[in-house]
T-cell receptor
């Protein structure tokens, strides 16, 4: 099946720093990638839709200046959490679309101290 | 506004028996439905899907049923195995008309007892 990787799997940073998370589709090209956030014991909340070569589309309530998304190629999208604060601590998951289905990465656990 | 609802947060079933997970949706534009399995601190894994033109799709131990008139779908797992213990998410998509975005339910935690 289609494989999506995320890096890093876990990151701890100080408040005020920026963190970049990479999402790669390893064996297929994905024109569309999605970024989700999951709080403990809750569902996956879509943050933004990332299309290769164009600006990301953010869901209502998601700050685009805080969560910078770049989709530079058909196999790579990055999410940068800028000036991270403790409330940004969460589990971030990306997915890559292949036809009608989305294949998810393993997730990145971000902890902001 | 929760467009996909999983009203049972948890389900406990004995090994070998059937697990039935339910999901309801409100958006009539949804035309593709998926079930994902998720372990803690991991990304969701695709299980099975169904298009709105079908009412049943089967893959091994997993069967998904779709009742469009009731806006309801269910996932049957039979026989249930200990390795099936996980959180199961129902998801729905309106396809191209909505950039293939997925709306997720809140999840149902399945525990299979030996």
């Amino acid at each position: 099946g289609a494989v999506v990787s995320q890096h890093p799997s876990r990151v701890i940073c100080k408040s005020g720093t920026s963190v970049k998370i990479e999402c790669r589709s390893l064996d297929f090209q994905a024109t569309t990638m999605f970024w989700y956030r999951q709080f403990p014991k809750q569902s996956l909340m879509l943050m933004a839709t990332s299309n290769e070569g164009s600006k990301a589309t953010y869901e209502q309530g998601v700050e685009k200046d805080k969560f910078l998304i770049n989709h530079a190629s058909l196999t790579l999208s990055t999410l940068t959490v800028t000036s991270a604060h403790p409330e940004d601590s969460s589990f971030y998951i990306c997915s890559a679309r292949f036809y009608n289905e989305q294949f998810f990465g393993p997730g990145t656990r971000l902890t902001v101290l | 506004d929760q467009q996909v609802k999983q009203n049972s947060p948890s389900l406990s079933v004995q090994e070998g028996r059937i697990s039935i997970l339910n999901c309801d949706y409100t958006n009539s534009m949804f035309d593709y439905f998926l079930w994902y399995k998720k372990y803690p601190a991991e990304g969701p894994t695709f299980l099975i899907s169904i298009s709105s033109i079908k009412d049943k799709n089967e893959d091994g131990r997993f069967t998904v049923f779709l009742n469009k008139s009731a806006k309801h779908l269910s996932l049957h797992i039979v026989p249930s195995q200990p390795g099936d213990s996980a959180v199961y998410f129902c998801a729905a998509s309106a396809g191209f008309s909505n950039d293939y975005k997925l709306s997720f339910g809140a999840g149902t935690t399945v525990t299979v007892r030996a």
